[in-house]
């Protein structure tokens, strides 16, 4: 079956730094990676989509890169902020499905 | 404002007694879904619909059922529910794209207990 995994550990930086996520996935490559926000008692809230032929996508402070090789993504956000502290997830859509696959999420902590 | 809305918020029931959690979308999306989030088990998919009339079973559709009888509207109905389905319960939207890669929006979440 596809999985999706994300680690479980809590990510704890200081603020200005570069905060990186990872989303491994196994079998086979989707043809999507999403990655949304969800803040505690929260709905999920969209941020960037990756195409499995693209391999880097920006949007402000935000980057998204896939590595099919490696079977993974890795979620970046430069100058991170404490109000950016959220739990990150890691969603796949494989080609021809309308069912995603969500990762668990990482939590995110940014300290001033 | 463009949103997804459900109601109840919170609500607490007991074993066998059904219940609806219903969910409207205001952006003319056509696909919509419902998720159940659980510690350690991530966001599942319980029934997606791609459209008016049109629904199918996501992940872990047991012990629930859903209508599409209205764009904007999709109903989670518990008919019996059990302590194992005590969740948090998220309804998403989007755009129906026949390639994906639709960004979903989600809405604020039902908190349910049944005890």
């Known amino acids: 079956s596809q999985k999706i995994e994300q680690n479980s550990e809590a990510l704890n930086i200081q603020e200005g730094k570069t905060a990186t996520l990872t989303c491994n996935y196994t079998?086979?490559?989707?043809?999507?990676l999403q990655w949304y926000r969800q803040d505690p008692g929260r709905g999920p809230v969209f941020l960037l989509l990756?195409?499995?032929?693209?391999k880097e996508k920006r949007k402000e402070r935000l980057k998204v890169t896939f590595d099919t090789t490696l079977k993974q993504s890795l979620f970046h956000i430069t100058a991170s902020q404490p109000a950016d502290s959220a739990t990150y997830l890691c969603a796949r859509i494989s080609g021809g499905s309308y069912i995603p696959t969500f990762g668990r999420g990482t939590s995110l902590i940014v300290h001033p | 404002e463009a949103q997804v809305t459900q109601n109840p918020r919170y609500l607490i029931t007991v074993t066998g007694k059904k219940l609806t959690v219903t969910c409207s979308q205001n952006m003319n999306h056509e696909y919509m879904s419902w998720y159940r989030q659980d510690p350690g088990l991530g966001l599942r998919q319980i029934y997606y619909?791609?459209?008016?009339?049109?629904?199918d079973k996501g992940d872990v559709p047991e012990g629930y059922k859903v209508s599409r009888k209205e764009k904007r509207n999709f109903p989670l109905i518990l008919e019996s529910p059990s302590p194992n389905q005590t969740s948090l319960y998220f309804c998403a939207s989007s755009l129906f794209r026949s390639q994906g890669g639709y960004e979903q929006y989600f809405g604020p979440g039902t908190r349910l207990t049944v005890t």
């Open positions: 990756i195409r499995e032929n693209e």
């Open positions: 619909s791609m459209n008016v009339e049109v629904t």
């Open positions: 079998n086979y490559s989707p043809a999507y």
